[in-house]
Nanobody
C-alpha cells in the first residue's frame, strides 16, 4: 500500500473531522499531495491539494473556509482538517499523490498516479 488514509467516520452537521494520509517511501520525492471525494452515484471530485513544500494550497470552492490541508514531509503525511461539515460533504475521501503540479489537480484527476483506498465520511443532519 503506497497511500494509507484514515480518520473518517460519522459526525453530526456542524461537526469536525481530521483525515490523515501516510505515504510510503515509494512515492517520489517532490510529490504534491491532496484529497478527492466521491459521493454515491457521482464522479470523484477534487477537494484540496498542497504542494510538496507546503507553500501552495488549492481548494474546491465548496470547501474554502471550512477545510484546511497541511503536510508533514518528515512523516510523509498529509492532513485534511474538516470543519463546519454538512450532509453534502458525505462521501468517500481519497488521498492522492503525484508530481503533477498542484495547480493542475482540479482538472486532472485521471493523470494522478497514486491513490489511497479511501475513507468514509458521513455527516448526519
Amino acid at each position: 500500500v503506497q497511500l494509507q488514509a484514515c480518520g473518517g467516520g460519522l459526525v453530526q452537521a456542524g461537526g469536525s473531522l481530521r483525515l490523515s494520509c501516510v505515504a510510503s517511501a515509494r512515492i517520489e520525492s517532490g510529490s504534491h499531495m491532496g484529497w478527492f471525494c466521491q459521493a454515491p452515484g457521482k464522479e470523484r471530485e477534487f477537494v484540496a491539494v498542497i504542494s510538496y513544500r507546503g507553500g501552495r494550497t488549492y481548494y474546491a470552492d465548496s470547501v474554502k473556509g471550512r477545510f484546511t490541508i497541511s503536510r508533514d514531509n518528515a512523516e510523509n503525511t498529509v492532513t485534511l482538517e474538516m470543519n463546519s461539515l454538512n450532509p453534502d460533504d458525505t462521501a468517500v475521501y481519497y488521498c492522492a499523490a503525484d508530481l503533477l503540479d498542484a495547480s493542475s489537480w482540479k482538472r486532472s484527476r485521471f493523470a494522478l498516479n497514486y491513490w489511497g483506498k479511501g475513507t468514509q465520511v458521513t455527516v448526519s443532519s
